[in-house]
T-cell receptor, first 106, second 112 residues
């Protein structure tokens, strides 16, 4: 079964510290992978996707096929990064992880 | 402006009273879907539609119905709502083949 796993429900880091939000996937094929972000009281929006290999708001994510992971990273957390982050996979249909709440402490 | 709209944004209702949450997109997207968001459970897909007249169950379809008679609209129907359907609901759309999902603003439903 297609599955996206985000093991951490909450991640608290201090401002300026590095951030890594974990995402693992299990698919029988090669999915397209995404990270979505939901700021407080706002709708979900796309943060980045693995095929574009771009950096958005300082975040990057590398697809590691050997570890079946797509972790989201940022070298220096900012207070405005506090939000819910969802990893999602697409192979036919979209499957979302359960989300990780990132809390950046000033 | 390209967008996904949902109505109503907030709804309080009683058990058993049928309700419909509308979803509309103006981007000519083929793919539309409904999700519910619950604390600790993240985003779970209820139903999705690949195109007009084509709908499929997601992960949690029980107690919900959908229809896709027009490309732009994808209403979510609760024939007999129950308290366990109290949740935040999101509609989303994308191009066929699953590109970026565009989300609506959400509908907060409370069933008493």
């Amino acid at each position: 079964a297609q599955r996206v796993t985000q093991p951490e429900k909450l991640l608290s880091v201090f401002k300026g510290a590095p951030v890594e939000l974990k995402c693992n996937y299990s698919y029988s094929g090669s999915p397209e992978l995404f990270w979505y972000v939901q700021y407080s009281r706002q709708r979900l929006q796309l943060l980045l996707r693995h095929i574009s290999r771009e950096s958005i708001k300082g975040f990057t994510a590398d697809l590691n096929k050997g570890e079946t992971s797509f972790h989201l990273k940022k070298p220096f957390a900012q207070e405005e990064d506090s939000a819910m982050y969802y990893c999602a996979g697409l192979l036919g249909k979209v499957t979302f992880g359960t989300g990780t709440k990132l809390q950046v402490i000033p | 402006e390209a967008q996904v709209t949902q109505n109503p944004r907030y709804l309080i209702t009683v058990t058993g009273k049928k309700l419909t949450v509308t979803c509309s997109q103006n981007m000519n997207h083929e793919y539309m879907s409904w999700y519910r968001q619950d604390p600790g459970l993240g985003l779970r897909q209820i139903y999705y539609s690949m195109n007009v007249e084509v709908t499929d169950k997601g992960d949690v379809p029980e107690g919900y119905k959908v229809s896709r008679k027009e490309k732009r609209n994808f209403p979510l129907i609760l024939e007999s709502p129950s308290p366990n359907q109290t949740s935040l609901y999101f509609c989303a759309s994308s191009t066929q083949g699953g590109d970026e999902q565009y989300f609506g603003p959400g509908t907060r439903l409370t069933v008493t």
